[in-house]
Structure formats: structure tokens, C-alpha cells
């Protein structure tokens, strides 16, 4: 019995039932990450021996007859720009490569809560900047199904994670499609949530009115698993929202007959390859099978989303950023005075993505440029919004492609940034709306995952988790695995 292969679900019976013992599955996983991280490189920390000192902690409360959480003493993983106290945090950049947090995210601890196993930090983009993981401070992820191939970014390490079964499930940072193209990429189920759903403290930020944590699955019932441990309102967070919580579970086997899922026109536009395409309608067919509705609409300011995206965005990452000096923490350049300091300390501590947005948004915000530039993208912002509004009242949900290609190999994009951008034409609008969004496997393109985008109104998770469910049983994409040949070629097993 491959236990590696199991999801948190299958697993939490498994520990239930006394088969197997959580140290036995941490062992596991550890294991496997020690085979398979010469070639998919997904950790960039790996924390084995307190995620054996905890295993051991919830085997003994197993022992004493105690009843256990669904996801307790099941091995997970953070991406690394989540604090964790005592564990390194590097954001996966030179600035922060030695950071230790005096503290832990919410997020992170109400999975220590929940009883999960940490089993250590995942690589990503520099400060989450960047859509293939490419851009880490360290080395670039691979991609599971193809090691020549990116995972996505920036949650890239967390996605491959799981596609590789390096961990049972993942947590990720969605501020322009950052969960759900690495979901799509690697063939895993991605899920942001509406903005303020879940607590960003001790988040790192990128750009705060748009960064979202969420979880990267095996499946569909996992994600709503891992939903229900870490969504609610935190007092610790300004913008996070109190809203009645339901058990995330229950909409799933729920009947999707007579549902109304919105088609947008503008998300089959030019770029979207059309192989990709094809598989997304074929899913359409597969929903109207199970009975629900479809039609095609219209988002009429669609095409605005990435130029008012790549104002926000970088204005934000621009202030956000300016906290990272030499003078509080993080990595400190000498100089002869504190001026010549902070230069080279920003000049040697941020890589070449981050310090293109930081240039970006610095401008879009200076005296002179912010009403014709900042303002109106915040403008362009809420008509997007409103597009959403309008057609969540006839629609329960819309779907789309997640990206427009499957995954490209590495070097493809990096030499373009315009074109890496658009890798998230797809998922950015939601972002910009605060509204939930999740990816499915929905298909291959030449041995390669395509994902299914599925889009819902605010705080309306459970019927993105109740047509994602149906569809996933009802096509069980997600059950393939990369390709036993890929594995095996590279050594991988």
C-alpha cells in the first residue's frame, strides 16, 4: 500500500482504524521527499525532526483511545512566505534568506491546531512575484508531470509538492492566480477564496488589498477539509470578515441539475491555445450531462484587468516592500554611510522581478502619475467588480480556462515579461473582484494537465466546492498521476 498516494480523507480512516500510525506516514513522506527533491526541488526548509515529534504526540493520543481531528497527524506543507515561529521564512529571496519569524501566521496556527504535521516550506517566486517559480532566490521547482517544464508560480513549490506527493496538501498565496495556474500546471485542485475569508496575518505581503491564502489538494473533498481548518474571521487581521462559516463539506455529492454557469466570452479570447480550449469545452459538456445550465456572457472589461492588475499590484508591492531597508531585519549590504546602505542592500537583496515591480509601482505612484495612472486603474478596478455583480445575478457560477497554455518549459517566458503576465490572463479579474475562484483537472494537452476555472460569488465557496465535486466524480481526472514514464525516466521512482 502506497499510503504516499492517499489523500487526507483516505488517510485520517487509515489512522482511525489503527492500520497505520502518523509517525509510520511521516516517515513516509519524508522518504519520498528525500528520493525526489534532487529533481523537483519543491522545499526550500524541511523540518523533519518536529514533524516526527508531533507525529509521535497525536500516535500516543491515538494509543490513550482519544478521538482525533481530519487532518490531525497528516503531513502538510507551507509556502514559504508564511511565518512560522523558530522556522526559517525566506520568501525565497536573499533579503529574508536567514529571517526567523518570532511568531506564526493564523493560518499556520490553526493547522497546528487542527493537529497537522509540518513538514516544511515551499519554494515559490521571489516575494510571490512571478508566474513559473523561476524567480526564487535558490532554484527553480520542476514541474512533476515534466521536470523541463515550470510547475507555475509564484505557489509553484506547493503545487509540485502535492502533484508529487511530497506532502498529503499544501497551503499557497493567490494575489494574481498564484494557487490556481500552479494547480492547473501540476493537475491538483487550487483554491482562492473570497478576500477575507481566510486570516493573511503573518502573511508576507505582496500587494495586501489582493493576497489570498488558500489551499492546493489531491482532490476536491481535501480542499474543502483544509477550508474548513483554516477560514474564519481573525481579529489579528483588519481585513479579514466575520461571516457564518458552513462546514465546507456538505456541498459536496449535492445535485448540480438546474444550476446556471456562465460562460464569459472575453476568457476564450486571443492567447487562449486551443487544445486548452477544447478540453474546457468538453468540461462544459460533461457539467450539462450532469444537468446544470450553461450559456455564453459577457464580462465587458475583462481586457482591462491585467494594465489595471500591473498598476495595483506593483503600487502595492512598492510600499510594502520599502519596509525591507538593512536597518530593522533581513539581509544589511555594508556602505559608507546609511544611504549607500540601503542601495546596496535593496540593490543585492532583491532579484531582478521584484525590483522591475517595485520600479513599476513606485512610479505609478509618484507626484504626477498617481491620479493618471493608480487612480484609474482603482477605477477600472470596481468596474470589473461590477461586471462580476451583474452576472452573479443570473449565474451561479462562471467558468473558464485557469491558463491559457499548459505548462511551458523553463527559459520559455523568462526573457519576456509581457508574455509571463499573460500566463495569468485568466485568473487575475478575480483577484481584482476579491471573489472566490478554484482549478480542477480537467484534461490533458499532449500528456500535459489543463485546468478548470470555476468562479463564485463572495463568501460563496460551497457552490464552487458542489459543481467542482460533481465534475471530479463524475470525470475523475484528478486519480492520474504524472506519468509513470516521466517518473521513471528521471529517476524519480
Known amino acids: 500500500m502506497d499510503i504516499t498516494a492517499k489523500t487526507a480523507g483516505e488517510l485520517h480512516d487509515l489512522l482511525v482504524q489503527k492500520e497505520i500510525t502518523s509517525t509510520e506516514l511521516t516517515h513516509a513522506f519524508l522518504d519520498r521527499v528525500r528520493r525526489l527533491e534532487g529533481q523537483v526541488q519543491a522545499y526550500v526548509t524541511v523540518t523533519d525532526k518536529s514533524a516526527l515529534k508531533r507525529a509521535a504526540e497525536v500516535d500516543a493520543k491515538i494509543a490513550r483511545g482519544e478521538a482525533i481531528g481530519t487532518l490531525e497527524g497528516i503531513p502538510m506543507a507551507l509556502k514559504d512566505n508564511m511565518c512560522t515561529e523558530g522556522i526559517r521564512t525566506t520568501c525565497s529571496s536573499k533579503m529574508l534568506e536567514e529571517f526567523v519569524p518570532p511568531y506564526s501566521a493564523e493560518v499556520a496556527i490553526r493547522l497546528q491546531e487542527a493537529g497537522a504535521i509540518l513538514l516544511g516550506k515551499l519554494n515559490m517566486d521571489e516575494f510571490a512575484m512571478g508566474s513559473s517559480t523561476e524567480n526564487s532566490r535558490f532554484f527553480p521547482t520542476h514541474n512533476p508531470w515534466d521536470l523541463e517544464r515550470v510547475p507555475g508560480g509564484s505557489s509553484g513549490g506547493a503545487a509540485a509538492s502535492v502533484a508529487a506527493a511530497e506532502a498529503v496538501y499544501a497551503l499557497g498565496s493567490d494575489t494574481g492566480g498564484s494557487i490556481r495556474q500552479p494547480a492547473a500546471f501540476c493537475g491538483v485542485v487550487g483554491m482562492k477564496p473570497t478576500y477575507g475569508a481566510v486570516s493573511r496575518y503573518g502573511l508576507i505581503a505582496f500587494a495586501s488589498s489582493l493576497d489570498q491564502i488558500g489551499p492546493l489538494t489531491k482532490d476536491v473533498r481535501d480542499n474543502a477539509l483544509v477550508m474548513n481548518a483554516i477560514a474564519g474571521h481573525d481579529r489579528k487581521d483588519s481585513t479579514s470578515v466575520r461571516f457564518d462559516k458552513p462546514d465546507y463539506t456538505q456541498f459536496l455529492g449535492k445535485n448540480i441539475k438546474g444550476l446556471k454557469i456562465g460562460i464569459p466570452r472575453e476568457y476564450f479570447g486571443e492567447g487562449i491555445d486551443s487544445d486548452v480550449a477544447k478540453v474546457i469545452w468538453d468540461a462544459v459538456a460533461a457539467l450539462k450531462d450532469l444537468g446544470a445550465e450553461a450559456e455564453e456572457c459577457s464580462l465587458p472589461h475583462t481586457d482591462y484587468a491585467m494594465p489595471a492588475y500591473y498598476l495595483i499590484a506593483p503600487a502595492e508591492c512598492s510600499s510594502n516592500l520599502a519596509r525591507y531597508d538593512g536597518v530593522r531585519y533581513g539581509y544589511r549590504a555594508e556602505g559608507d554611510d546609511l544611504i549607500s546602505m540601503v542601495r546596496k542592500t535593496r540593490a543585492e537583496g532583491f532579484g531582478p522581478e521584484v525590483k522591475r515591480r517595485i520600479m513599476l509601482g513606485t512610479y505609478a505612484l509618484s507626484s504626477g502619475y498617481y491620479d493618471a495612472y493608480y487612480v484609474k486603474a482603482q477605477k477600472v478596478r470596481t468596474l470589473i467588480k461590477q461586471d462580476f455583480d451583474q452576472a452573479f445575478g443570473t449565474y451561479d457560477v462562471l467558468l473558464s480556462p485557469t491558463a491559457p497554455t499548459v505548462a511551458f518549459k523553463f527559459g520559455e517566458k523568462s526573457s519576456n515579461p509581457l508574455s509571463m503576465y499573460l500566463s495569468d490572463i485568466c485568473t487575475v479579474p478575480v483577484n481584482l473582484a476579491g471573489i472566490p475562484g478554484i482549478s480542477i483537472p480537467a484534461g490533458f ?31 475523475g481526472f484528478h486519480k492520474v498521476k504524472p506519468s509513470t514514464k516521466e517518473v521513471a525516466a528521471h529517476g524519480l521512482e
Not at 463572495?458 to 463524475?474: C, I, M, P, R, S
Request: proline share 3%.
Open 445 to 475: 494537452v499532449g500528456g500535459l494537465p489543463v485546468g478548470l476555472h470555476l468562479m463564485g460569488k463572495a463568501f460563496d465557496e460551497g457552490t464552487l466546492y458542489q459543481v467542482a465535486y460533481a465534475f471530479e466524480q463524475h470525470t
